[in-house]
């Protein structure tokens, strides 16, 4: 327990929860933060580890009590500032409930608890022959429920659909502490408003998600061809993942790395790889089609003007992927960094490109991007000094948000609104859709003890 | 115009839309009904066939001022009574807003109106190379508006998704008139609520759909092959069916007929199917996969004691889709039919057989069965003389729809509730969501002129 009186609705919570009611100065400075760099001024009042159902819904019963406001929180892993605690707040974590509760083979679907850890989820499915298919590149340390919690993307998104697709129904607390079920096991189901899509994506403002029945997938049999390219600009390389989807071939995984990111991995491996070209285009297929799929692809990126090499041994794929999963530690070498997370349409990347490229002529700043280009899902970095993102970062940012909705495009692609693109919001969905959408938070949360200060 | 003095609100309409509002008795006839057979005891005051967004709003803002209900309609096709007309309602038709306004083959996506027919929209891709994937089995006289209204399903579930999976952004008129844009044209994209899929599926009762962009798949190239099985009883091949999914197989159509509706369909048809089998089970492949996936299930199809034939031939593919497209006119010769719609978990479906045997015994009637196998949906037809659906029909029908939701199902797969499953909302949904989607339906409409009495 801290020096200080703890507050009223602390002494409730651990009269209530005990040992799940956590105090101490580690615990609520690791609640400050979350991937993106960001930490909030004041550590929270206490995280409270609940380990059930019944847990969660005493925490809830006991905030709306006291009129406090509770950050629920996954593995904080988030890069919007969604789940970070602040001054007066709870942090609600549910990452011990990490329990797979259900796999059914013949359904296709699981009952997981929303702390499991994505990867883990998939370790445990793999021996069924099984797998969820929403893969964001923080499979490894993110929870399905913060999966679902931001409708996590990821590199499969093309072929294999966002996180919503996977999700057929939710268990959800509300901030009254009563208990919902949304959805059902079958596949299909319209019975009433679908209130399962909409709480994906919600960003822990509409209820707290304490288990989760998500569709699964097949493992697909056969090999996964990859295949790296070298192009001479990223103009060429995004052009050519374009025509790659106008061909009509949907791969599995299609990822492009811009000059500057070959220039920080490069370095960080210690390979010459500027020397190869000034944009990189990872591809790999899979399925029954795959062979064929990587050979017609091969032709593709060469008639585009990429050097391209095509593998399905596992040493030399592992060499052609490392380029492109060296982007995160190659980016922490240069300072902090700020991931965006714009989308557009696919046949846009080159304009997209195009936009980003003024923003650094405009700013004098370099601006590394990679892009999930199967989605047209662009993650450019911006680097700098210190913790705090500068202003004149915002400005850019600002005017690569604009570029992207005006492409068709939108602000956020898979990372969320969170904190960080609160003053964005109102602009992308316009003042009328922006007030509908605060008034049914509060149909959920009427005193808006739920994630207050986030998304809206 | 009728001979008693037209509403104000009628006058009102006519004064601003001019032909647009259209008051003869035959127009309003054809509004008081939809496919389910219900009809509604009193004519709509007026049918609005609008030809443009501005009519679609002015509409709205006459029937808001003059507090008057507004019920959407498209091909007026549903089987839940959901676009049906009554005693002092606008019935607002969408069907002459019937245009493709965009085909995108390098974002695979387009723009349509609602009132475009699915399959109208389909043959119009076709030249691309492109596809529509919801597939309704009234794609050939349903609208797209519609199918994203009721979130319609049909017989590609399992493989291609449901309605919302293809709906990236919608264009919507609310209750007052306002225009409101939801969603974006990239694949990705979270910026705040999903208010996308909260619309699909919504059946008019939060606002007016104008305008949709979709997503789209490439045309399925090679060969679909076709299986056509008996079996011996419904169950077999209901465990046949189980047994096709529980193998990793997702076959792009599974379709189940029982034995009461082979009955039915042999004697439309003039063909002695029912000497064959008790039940029949049709499954088609498709993709890169299709022939070792459809040899894969003729061996397994036998070894569940199936009698499988499998051809590549359209003329014998034809024969074998036959039996199946049948079904409808089959049941149209045996009396009023009122098709039911429950889904089970794919696992479920032997169970939920075994439970309509049981209704079938207790009330001494006969329930000719299909179902969408590969999803667990099944259509369950009570047959009856006149044009109300008799009380003890109801009573089974509660039965049943207890017995999915007892499963993990639900009692609407894909047809909706309307306005014939009302009395049952509130019992899958339980009290508080039951309570929470009318709160939800309020922040769109807070007069609730649109579509009332119907879903809630």
Same mark, same amino acid.
């Given at each position: 327990?801290?020096?200080?009186?703890?507050?009223?609705?602390?002494?409730?919570?651990?009269?209530?929860?005990?040992?799940?009611?956590?105090?101490?100065?580690?615990?609520?400075?690791?609640?400050?933060?979350?991937?993106?760099?960001?930490?909030?001024?004041?550590?929270?009042?206490?995280?409270?580890?609940?380990?059930?159902?019944?847990?969660?819904?005493?925490?809830? +019963?006991? &905030?709306?009590?006291?009129? $406090?406001?509770?950050?629920?929180?996954?593995?904080?892993?988030?890069?919007?500032?969604?789940?970070?605690?602040?001054?007066?707040?709870?942090?609600?974590?549910?990452?011990?409930?990490? +329990?797979?509760?259900?796999?059914?083979?013949?359904?296709?679907?699981?009952? /997981?608890?929303?702390?499991?850890?994505?990867?883990?989820?998939?370790?445990?499915?793999?021996?069924?022959?099984?797998?969820?298919?929403?893969?964001?590149?923080? %499979?490894?340390?993110? =929870?399905?429920?913060?999966?679902?919690?931001?409708?996590? #993307?990821?590199?499969?998104?093309?072929?294999?659909?966002?996180? +919503?697709?996977?999700?057929? #129904?939710?268990?959800?607390?509300?901030?009254?502490?009563?208990?919902?079920?949304?959805?059902?096991?079958?596949? !299909?189901?319209? =019975?009433?408003?679908?209130?399962?899509?909409?709480?994906?994506?919600?960003?822990?403002?509409?209820?707290?998600? /304490?288990?989760?029945?998500?569709?699964?997938? +097949?493992?697909?049999?056969?090999?996964?061809?990859?295949?790296?390219?070298?192009?001479?600009?990223?103009?060429?390389?995004?052009?050519?993942?374009?025509?790659?989807?106008?061909?009509?071939?949907?791969?599995? /995984?299609?990822?492009?790395?811009?000059?500057?990111?070959?220039?920080?991995?490069?370095?960080?491996?210690?390979?010459?790889?500027?020397?190869?070209?000034?944009?990189?285009?990872?591809?790999?297929?899979?399925?029954?089609?795959?062979?064929?799929?990587?050979?017609?692809?091969? &032709?593709?990126?060469?008639? &585009?003007?990429?050097?391209?090499?095509? =593998?399905?041994?596992?040493?030399?794929?592992? %060499?052609?992927?490392?380029?492109?999963?060296?982007?995160?530690?190659?980016?922490?070498?240069?300072?902090?960094?700020?991931?965006?997370?714009?989308?557009?349409?696919?046949?846009?990347?080159?304009?997209?490109?195009?936009?980003?490229?003024?923003?650094?002529? !405009?700013?004098?700043?370099?601006?590394?991007?990679?892009?999930?280009?199967?989605?047209?899902?662009?993650?450019?970095?911006?680097?700098?000094?210190?913790?705090?993102?500068?202003?004149?970062?915002?400005?850019?940012?600002?005017?690569?948000?604009?570029?992207?909705?005006?492409?068709?495009? $939108?602000?956020?692609?898979?990372? #969320?609104?969170?904190?960080?693109?609160?003053?964005?919001?109102?602009?992308?969905? #316009?003042?009328?859709?922006?007030?509908?959408?605060?008034?049914?938070?509060?149909?959920?949360?009427?005193?808006?003890?739920?994630?207050?200060?986030?998304?809206?």
């Amino acid at each position: 327990m801290p020096a200080a009186t703890p507050a009223p609705v602390v002494l409730a919570l651990a009269a209530a929860l005990g040992s799940s009611v956590v105090t101490d100065a580690a615990a609520l400075r690791d609640a400050q933060a979350d991937k993106s760099g960001h930490r909030s001024a004041v550590p929270p009042l206490a995280v409270v580890a609940a380990r059930t159902v019944a847990e969660v819904q005493q925490t809830l +019963r006991i &905030a709306s009590a006291h009129g $406090t406001p509770v950050v629920t929180r996954g593995a904080g892993t988030g890069l919007a500032g969604g789940a970070i605690g602040s001054a007066g707040e709870i942090v609600l974590s549910t990452l011990a409930m990490d +329990r797979l509760l259900e796999v059914n083979a013949a359904d296709e679907l699981a009952v /997981v608890e929303p702390g499991i850890i994505n990867a883990a989820l998939n370790e445990q499915l793999a021996p069924h022959g099984l797998w969820f298919t929403p893969d964001p590149a923080s %499979r490894a340390i993110s =929870t399905v429920g913060g999966n679902i919690a931001t409708n996590a #993307g990821g590199l499969l998104c093309a072929k294999y659909g966002v996180t +919503r697709d996977s999700v057929l #129904g939710l268990t959800v607390v509300l901030a009254d502490g009563r208990l919902l079920e949304l959805g059902h096991r079958s596949v !299909k189901g319209v =019975t009433g408003l679908d209130l399962t899509a909409l709480m994906v994506g919600s960003e822990g403002t509409l209820g707290v998600i /304490v288990e989760a029945t998500v569709r699964l997938r +097949r493992l697909v049999p056969g090999i996964t061809p990859t295949i790296g390219a070298y192009f001479a600009d990223v103009r060429a390389a995004a052009a050519a993942s374009a025509a790659v989807t106008a061909a009509g071939i949907r791969p599995a /995984v299609m990822e492009l790395v811009d000059a500057a990111s070959l220039d920080a991995i490069g370095a960080l491996l210690g390979l010459p790889l500027r020397e190869r070209g000034a944009a990189y285009l990872l591809v790999q297929t899979d399925g029954a089609a795959a062979e064929a799929e990587a050979a017609q692809l091969l &032709a593709l990126l060469a008639a &585009a003007g990429g050097t391209a090499e095509l =593998t399905t041994d596992a040493a030399e794929a592992a %060499r052609l992927l490392e380029v492109r999963r060296a982007m995160h530690p190659a980016m922490e070498r240069l300072g902090t960094t700020l991931i965006e997370d714009v989308a557009v349409p696919r046949s846009a990347l080159p304009a997209m490109f195009d936009a980003i490229a003024a923003i650094e002529r !405009k700013y004098g700043m370099v601006i590394p991007t990679i892009a999930h280009a199967g989605d047209g899902n662009l993650h450019p970095n911006f680097v700098f000094e210190g913790p705090d993102v500068p202003e004149h970062v915002w400005q850019a940012a600002d005017e690569m948000f604009q570029a992207a909705i005006a492409l068709g495009g $939108t602000l956020t692609g898979e990372h #969320g609104i969170g904190l960080l693109k609160r003053r964005w919001l109102r602009g992308e969905l #316009g003042d009328e859709q922006f007030e509908l959408q605060q008034q049914i938070k509060r149909v959920f949360d009427p005193a808006g003890i739920l994630n207050p200060g986030k998304v809206f």
